[in-house]
């Protein structure tokens, strides 16, 4: 085995083996997943070295394609951000980072603590020039040709002033563009109605800036959108503050979950619907795919210097595996580089925008 | 036919018959349903008196319960709120409010410009002593036994200090007590996390202040909640400010909803899956009975004096008649009286509680 730590003409990505509710097992079932559909993956493991080799050493396809990173400690659900940045320096989530830093691999994804993943990326990674606050996007079914649309902030910081959401537009109209092939995305600014003057004054303040950079960071803007136009098609990246945007996608999972559970119930209720389920079932899997949420598992943390995916915690092998498939996706792409000269050359016309007059929505 | 505006014996409601997507046929089709079912009840109908007038002797059943209030203009969905207080003495939403505040009805529905009709409300019925922004109150279907959380504010007003929070809180556990017969019921404080040291320095505040009154206004309080509970069973009454609760519910609403058109799409699919879906028809049928949103249609205004039902704009007659239930429920409960004579009652200690540094969540 090589222990090369990126290998030659392959994407290498550093996983976080640990902190997941389910263990390492199922993060190393999910690289090995990834393994066996895509030939130019390679891995950086971190974790407990000894159990992590014997997890690997029992997929073939995973042969040659890992390297391990021992790492004896471990960030829990529970342990308060602040905490782990102060002392998490032995744990797998930092060691996961620690190798994007580096330059050894290509993007990091880690099942872990969402709120200590993000405090460590943002001091390890550091933000990218011109960003004030780091944004997580995620993709949600959507009624768009695409199948998806991109939504940010969904909980990296519950701030967002007018210069935070023009940065959110900027980042998600890049993350479309590379991780959506979307060549000019629609962007939509989250509001309590579409007219102008309804919503928080720094909403309209941010309507005003983002449509005035539209044309040069080539987007369409679709001006203020609703929370049903967030699974609608009204735009492909909808921007928002991560209070909001947290609520709204629990909201939305939490929604979907009920009616899910209650299409199962309304099945079991006759011998006549039971047998409908069964002739239904085809059917039922297909929607089920459709939105399944772990075909699309994986927050992008944008605005730093480097990827990081963040997959859910409870995601099971097929989980992590679109998660490092995300991560995969937007490295080929050259996704970070894309993005950190978009935010560089419009960081400083935003700057200068923000002392210009709001126009719209006044 | 009597031209009594109260009837005796019978709870009467005043209703717009003006400002729905499919006009006052629809509503008058409403009311019908609502006196087939209800010998109890009858109604001030608000339009232009000749056209009702022809639209309720169609309907045997609403003979001798409507009494007919001639209105020369309507308000429509465009219409700014600000107009309408200055210059909408004409309009049927006026006269239906007036009805109500002069004592004429025991409670008001509109299918009319929600934003207009809060407006009005405001104006004419007054808030409550001690409250100081009312609010918009659903019911959104949940995993509670009730089968409905109820969650306020949905968008009466987009901002919301610690003291509103409060008052949500006291409002929504009133209303789910009269409303829905929940003795004892729990409220949840929206949050991204469930954990004291997260969210917003303003919902630190209100977890103090709400935790500070749960015995006295005779509710539990279930402490920080996240948008999965909202159709969640850990709380009965979801309390977050209008900004955020309108985004969420429009978020459930459009993702049911597109789940509900790949649903029916999936059973397009093939010859097989069509069959299934002949089958599964009842089981189907169960299920949007459970989660059919025109089964619970109605936002009630809270913290005024009277009550108000806003029907959804585009509300059908099982719709309109959904919202004069829930109207004639509360009316029947003495609802108005009771939630005035708790808010009162702590209103006083609240101002004071404001000047106690908060406990919880520091």
């Given at each position: 085995m090589t222990e090369q730590p990126t290998q030659a003409g392959r994407i290498t990505i550093s996983v976080d083996a640990?902190?997941?509710?389910?263990?390492?097992?199922?993060?190393?079932?999910?690289?090995?997943?990834?393994?066996?559909?895509n030939?130019?993956?390679?891995?950086?493991?971190?974790?407990?070295?000894?159990?992590?080799?014997?997890?690997?050493?029992?997929?073939?396809?995973?042969?040659?394609?890992?390297?391990?990173?021992?790492?004896?400690?471990?960030?829990?659900m529970e342990d308060k951000p602040s905490q782990v940045v102060r002392s998490g320096k032995q744990t797998s989530m930092w060691s996961t980072l620690e190798t994007v830093?580096?330059?050894?691999?290509?993007?990091?994804?880690?099942?872990?603590?969402?709120?200590?993943?993000?405090?460590?990326?943002?001091?390890?990674?550091?933000?990218?020039?011109?960003?004030?606050?780091?944004?997580?996007?995620?993709?949600?079914?959507?009624?768009?040709?695409?199948?998806?649309?991109?939504m940010l902030d969904v909980g990296a910081d519950v701030r967002a002033d007018a210069k935070d959401l023009l940065q959110?537009?900027?980042?998600?109209?890049?993350?479309?563009?590379?991780?959506?092939?979307?060549?000019?995305?629609?962007?939509?600014?989250?509001?309590?109605?579409?007219?102008?003057?309804?919503?928080?004054?720094?909403?309209?303040?941010?309507?005003?800036?983002?449509?005035?950079?539209?044309?040069?960071?080539?987007?369409?803007?679709?001006?203020?959108?609703?929370?049903?136009?967030?699974?609608?098609?009204?735009?492909?990246?909808?921007?928002?503050d991560g209070f909001t945007g947290n609520v709204a996608i629990k909201t939305g999972?939490?929604?979907?979950?009920?009616?899910?559970?209650?299409?199962?119930?309304?099945?079991?209720?006759?011998?006549?619907?039971r047998l409908a389920s069964v002739l239904a079932i085809t059917s039922l899997q297909r929607l089920k795919k459709r939105i399944d949420p772990r075909q699309v598992n994986g927050g992008v943390f944008l605005g730093l210097n480097g990827t990081v995916v963040k997959s859910h915690g409870g995601a099971d092998a097929t989980g992590v595996s679109a998660a490092i498939k995300l991560a995969f996706t937007l490295a080929e792409s050259g996704f970070a580089e894309k993005l950190a000269a978009r935010v560089a050359s419009t960081a400083q016309l935003a700057q200068d925008a923000a002392h210009v007059p709001p126009k719209a929505g006044e």
């Amino acid at each position: 085995m090589t222990e090369q730590p990126t290998q030659a003409g392959r994407i290498t990505i550093s996983v976080d083996a640990m902190g997941g509710d389910s263990g390492p097992a199922t993060v190393v079932a999910g690289i090995a997943k990834s393994a066996n559909k895509n030939p130019d993956i390679a891995f950086v493991l971190h974790g407990p070295e000894q159990k992590l080799r014997k997890l690997v050493a029992k997929r073939r396809v995973l042969q040659g394609r890992v390297v391990f990173r021992d790492c004896t400690d471990v960030v829990t659900m529970e342990d308060k951000p602040s905490q782990v940045v102060r002392s998490g320096k032995q744990t797998s989530m930092w060691s996961t980072l620690e190798t994007v830093r580096k330059g050894e691999a290509h993007g990091a994804v880690s099942c872990g603590n969402t709120g200590a993943l993000m405090a460590l990326s943002m001091m390890r990674l550091r933000k990218l020039p011109g960003v004030n606050r780091p944004a997580i996007a995620i993709l949600w079914p959507s009624r768009n040709p695409q199948g998806f649309n991109v939504m940010l902030d969904v909980g990296a910081d519950v701030r967002a002033d007018a210069k935070d959401l023009l940065q959110y537009a900027l980042m998600g109209a890049s993350y479309a563009r590379n991780g959506m092939a979307l060549d000019r995305p629609r962007i939509g600014l989250l509001n309590v109605g579409t007219e102008e003057h309804k919503g928080r004054a720094e909403l309209k303040e941010a309507h005003a800036m983002i449509s005035e950079f539209a044309e040069q960071a080539n987007f369409d803007f679709a001006g203020f959108v609703e929370g049903s136009d967030i699974p609608g098609d009204k735009a492909d990246v909808i921007v928002t503050d991560g209070f909001t945007g947290n609520v709204a996608i629990k909201t939305g999972e939490g929604t979907a979950s009920l009616i899910g559970d209650l299409l199962r119930e309304a099945f079991k209720y006759s011998p006549l619907s039971r047998l409908a389920s069964v002739l239904a079932i085809t059917s039922l899997q297909r929607l089920k795919k459709r939105i399944d949420p772990r075909q699309v598992n994986g927050g992008v943390f944008l605005g730093l210097n480097g990827t990081v995916v963040k997959s859910h915690g409870g995601a099971d092998a097929t989980g992590v595996s679109a998660a490092i498939k995300l991560a995969f996706t937007l490295a080929e792409s050259g996704f970070a580089e894309k993005l950190a000269a978009r935010v560089a050359s419009t960081a400083q016309l935003a700057q200068d925008a923000a002392h210009v007059p709001p126009k719209a929505g006044e």
